[in-house]
């Protein structure tokens, strides 16, 4: 049995096998939030042709089903078929992503009072052609080279002295000598080579997120990023969250895929990098990763398993300087590749790499950070001390549990207006096309925009009567934000179901502030600076996320938005020893909270699940505001 695909593709069928797993298998990837599960609905299909037998419906709308739409990982065909994939089901992890800032990165290196230190250093040697009265090999004449030079102490690993012999001759015994100095590798030989070859010195650092992989490449010797490239990762083929790729990862072979997607999607763009810049792989000679510790196990081919599971303790949090072609990247194979620790299951690399980009360790002032995104990750503290908890907010703001939600790519409601007299949306478009469906900045716009108008009330229910926008679909009312043609372009909406998810999403973040903070005996007026981190960060209305409840009701100066801190700070452990060492020092400092068996989480949890919240008087102006809407 085959798939026939309308775009004229041929894809083998197995007996048994369902559509989502035939193409995935083919290399075509659909949108599937739970990885295939049956529990997103997102993996939406169309047959036009051949028996198949539809094992769920439950996740379409009578409309999808009478049009023939089917869950491509709930139908199993029974012959050949004909299948037609609409544009909004098919996953194109390629796409580029908003990259962060970039500019004055290097003056922003020298405002920490260090200079630029990688981990990698060169010595130029000229040895000593061997002759009949001096015969000593090959190793001891590096050796005394290397000891003249005050470097007696390097160790050669295998791999090192292997290649040796022929990389000596051909450079007329003039070569370069790229080592680790002091404790980590133990102070190891890395490569050696001729000063014509592999003479320019490159590192590349990697943040690796659950949504999107992003890498700058850099001139090691001045800090400057010769260029930057980003894609969405790969591993969303098996899922939106770390929890369905945790899942993933234990089953048979699943490890092995996760890892090699995200390190497919690296080697990707780190060869389209050096090829720009007619850059060979020797020349890039150390590279520097940040993630989640979900992430990071997987980058390392590390079973995630026990991250999941209480106590949720994971593999390593601090990991050893491992080699380039360990990792199996696209570098100098011997390159060391530095790893920013994590802290506990939940808040990994990223965190680090981002309360080190914010300054918040070196400022007596208490300041507050916040990486909005699925896993919710913020940090409290000050240069004596430091406390961190991930709020599990979920994917809903990627769009995940959300009817049409979906990413901030071209299609997607990113800003939303509702005219108070009308109550008719004035809707943003990226790209300026026909909507698709409706981002995580989209949403907050729109459930903050629907309280105000009095569409929705403070438990986020649709208020009878009030703008015929509002219509009873199947899962419930719902708020009509764009009326497709019925044919080529569907309605675009926000669903009851829709809004209870976001307002959980939203409490979790909240509580998890209020948690944190009566951890230590603080209230938010205590808070001095809020640093907004992430891509999806960049985006958000303040305003309009403290109407929604997620963000505190303080004043608007106090926010400062630092875009792609994990990046940032992974370029900085990337140029500086004493960086590195204060990242670890970050990570040895901070006191890990685990809200889930907090009972003062779930207070604050269930008291923030309202618009804005039950207390007012957290929200002052927010309070105000109502008066004059409402």
């Not at 419906?57 to 990982?73: D, Q, S």
């Not at 160790?155 to 002091?182: D, I």
């Not at 219509?471 to 719902?478: A, H, I, L, S, V």
Request: include cysteine; charge should be negative.
């Amino acid at each position: 049995m085959n798939i026939r695909l309308t775009s004229d593709e041929i894809i083998p069928l197995r007996e048994g096998e369902d559509l989502y797993s035939a193409l995935k298998r083919a290399g075509i990837y659909l949108v599937a939030s739970c990885g295939g599960k049956g529990t997103c609905g997102k993996c939406k299909v169309k047959v036009l042709e051949g028996k198949h037998e539809a094992l769920s419906h439950g996740k379409l709308t009578v409309k999808e089903r009478e049009a023939g739409l089917v869950l491509a990982c709930r139908t199993v065909p029974r012959e050949d078929v004909l299948v037609d994939i609409p544009k909004e089901s098919r996953l194109v992890v390629g796409d580029k992503i908003a990259l962060a800032r970039t500019k004055n990165l290097v003056e922003y290196l020298s405002s920490y009072g260090v200079s630029i230190n990688p981990p990698v250093k060169r010595v130029f040697l000229e040895l000593p052609p061997p002759t009949i009265s001096d015969n000593i090999s090959d190793l001891e004449r590096l050796k005394r080279a290397l000891e003249e030079r005050g470097l007696g102490n390097i160790r050669f690993s295998h791999g090192f002295v292997a290649g040796m012999a022929k990389t000596l001759r051909e450079a007329g015994w003039k070569v370069e000598l790229t080592y680790v100095p002091g404790s980590d590798l133990c102070g190891e030989a890395i490569f050696l080579t001729s000063p014509e070859l592999c003479h320019r010195r490159y590192g590349v650092c990697v943040d690796i997120g659950t949504t999107t992989v992003v890498i700058y490449l850099v001139n090691l010797l001045t800090g400057e990023i010769v260029d930057v490239g980003s894609t969405y990762n790969s591993q969303m083929r098996y899922g939106d969250d770390v929890i369905t790729r945790i899942v993933h990862a234990t089953e048979g072979g699943g490890l092995h895929e996760l890892r090699d997607a995200v390190v497919t999607d690296i080697n990707t763009i780190v060869q389209s990098l050096m090829d720009r810049h007619d850059i060979i792989s020797c020349e890039v000679d150390s590279a520097t990763v940040a993630g989640n510790t979900t992430m990071s196990h997987i980058f390392w081919d590390m079973d995630p398993g026990s991250i999941r599971e209480e106590p949720y303790i994971p593999t390593l949090n601090v990991f050893p300087l491992w080699k380039g072609g360990t990792a199996r990247l696209s570098i100098n194979p011997q390159a060391p590749v530095y790893t920013v620790p994590c802290i506990a299951s939940y808040v990994g690399g990223d965190i680090v790499a981002g309360v080190l980009a914010s300054k918040m360790h070196r400022d007596p002032e208490i300041a507050l950070f916040m990486d909005i995104g699925t896993n919710g990750e913020i940090a409290i503290g000050n240069n004596e001390w430091l406390m961190t908890a991930a709020c599990s907010a979920g994917p809903c703001f990627e769009g995940s549990g959300i009817r049409n939600g979906m990413r901030a790519t071209a299609g997607a409601i990113e800003a939303v207006k509702i005219d108070p007299a009308t109550c008719e949306p004035d809707i943003k478009v990226i790209g300026e096309g026909v909507p698709m469906g409706i981002c995580g900045s989209g949403m907050i716009d729109a459930v903050s925009e629907m309280f105000l108008t009095g569409v929705i009330d403070l438990k986020g229910k649709f208020v009878a009567g009030k703008t015929e926008r509002v219509r009873t679909g199947e899962d419930g009312p719902e708020f009509v934000f764009y009326q497709g043609d019925g044919h080529l372009h569907k309605d675009v909406v926000l669903t009851e179901v829709d809004i209870e998810n976001l307002l959980r999403a939203k409490a979790a973040i909240y509580a998890g502030v209020t948690t944190l903070l009566g951890e230590v005996g603080f209230t938010l007026d205590a808070v001095e600076k809020v640093y907004i981190a992430g891509g999806f960060g960049n985006y958000i209305n303040v305003e309009r996320a403290i109407t929604l409840g997620m963000l505190p009701d303080i004043s608007k100066e106090r926010f400062i938005f630092m875009g792609n801190t994990s990046i940032t700070g992974a370029y900085l452990c990337l140029l500086s020893e004493e960086l590195r060492r204060e990242a670890e020092e970050i990570a040895a400092k901070m006191t890990y909270i685990e809200l889930s068996v907090s009972r003062n989480f779930m207070d604050d949890y269930m008291s923030a699940l309202f618009l804005p919240h039950t207390d007012l008087n957290q929200f002052p102006t927010v309070a105000e505001l109502m008066k004059k809407t409402r």
